[in-house]
């Protein structure tokens, strides 16, 4: 008994420090969400109802302060379809295109953000494109997409133009991924792109099976596909030629534009 007096009682503190701060954490994170619906901002509670949900739970607490958010409200698959106000009607007013001069005056943060926007509606209007279709009726304004996608590839350009220009600054190469014109057994000229591999090339068996030569018995064979492309291509030339005084001769009073 003596023994065991004392083991009992260290565990009876035990169990006691294990009680208070059960209690002592409860408390805690009942104080934190009353604090938090306390001053919780007015105005995000009556535009958000998830969030006013949250709020005024019984249950609310530290955790589900997850809600919490100032990004602008989502209208979930309705991102998709045009607004409202322009159902029905024939044409939708849309402004010019981006060009690469406006471009190259934003900063890449600014040109993140407008790649986003115009891939949204890009989306949009192939939704009403599709919508269109299955109507069977004609699509409001469609030189919207050409717009769009005039204004992405810009965009794009002038994203490769400042990456090549940081890599010209940086490591004095043109392209991104370093290469070398090469010539393969057939005699074409084509850009090799280097590559990386875990052994050196002289034990790598896929790296020797590629040849980067052309052996001497090609040479006439060079010679003669060159000579069938210009062939090819002289002939194209007369036939465009016969093709268009056939169709001035049908058609005197046409205005027919060489091509």
């Known amino acids: 008994m003596a023994t065991s007096s004392p083991v009992g009682r260290v565990l009876t503190l035990c169990k006691q420090f294990q009680n208070v701060f059960r209690i002592s954490s409860a408390v805690n994170t009942q104080k934190c969400s009353s604090a938090l619906t306390k001053f919780a901002p007015r105005l995000f509670r009556e535009t958000s109802p998830l969030a006013a949900l949250s709020w005024h739970s019984p249950s609310s607490s530290v955790v589900q302060c997850r809600a919490l958010h100032t990004t602008i409200c989502r209208r979930g698959l309705?991102?998709?379809?045009?607004?409202?106000?322009?159902?029905?009607?024939?044409?939708?007013?849309?402004?010019?295109?981006?060009?690469?001069?406006?471009?190259?005056?934003?900063?890449?943060?600014?040109?993140?953000?407008?790649?986003?926007?115009?891939?949204?509606?890009?989306?949009?209007?192939?939704?009403?494109?599709?919508?269109?279709?299955?109507?069977r009726v004609p699509m409001p304004s469609p030189e919207r997409m050409r717009?769009?996608?005039?204004?992405?590839?810009?965009?794009?350009?002038?994203?490769?133009?400042?990456?090549?220009?940081?890599?010209?600054?940086?490591?004095?190469?043109?392209?991104?991924?370093?290469?070398?014109?090469?010539?393969?057994?057939?005699?074409?000229?084509?850009?090799?792109?280097?590559?990386?591999?875990?052994?050196?090339?002289?034990?790598?068996?896929?790296?020797?099976?590629?040849?980067?030569?052309t052996p001497k018995f090609v040479q006439p064979h060079i010679r003669l596909r060159l000579e069938k492309y210009l062939r090819q291509r002289a002939r194209k030339s007369s036939l465009e030629r016969r093709t268009q005084s056939k169709l001035k001769e049908n058609f005197p009073h046409a205005n027919i534009s060489a091509s």
């Open 78 to 135: 309705d991102e998709f379809f045009d607004l409202p106000d322009n159902w029905g009607e024939p044409t939708v007013k849309s402004g010019a295109p981006w060009t690469a001069k406006q471009l190259r005056t934003k900063s890449n943060e600014d040109l993140h953000k407008l790649w986003y926007v115009l891939l949204k509606e890009k989306n949009l209007l192939l939704t009403l494109e599709q919508e269109a279709k299955r109507q």
């Open 147 to 213: 717009k769009v996608q005039r204004s992405m590839i810009r965009l794009e350009t002038v994203v490769n133009e400042r990456e090549s220009a940081l890599r010209l600054l940086q490591t004095g190469q043109d392209k991104a991924r370093p290469g070398a014109w090469r010539r393969d057994k057939f005699g074409h000229v084509y850009w090799y792109r280097f590559k990386e591999y875990a052994i050196p090339w002289y034990m790598n068996r896929r790296y020797k099976r590629k040849s980067f030569f």
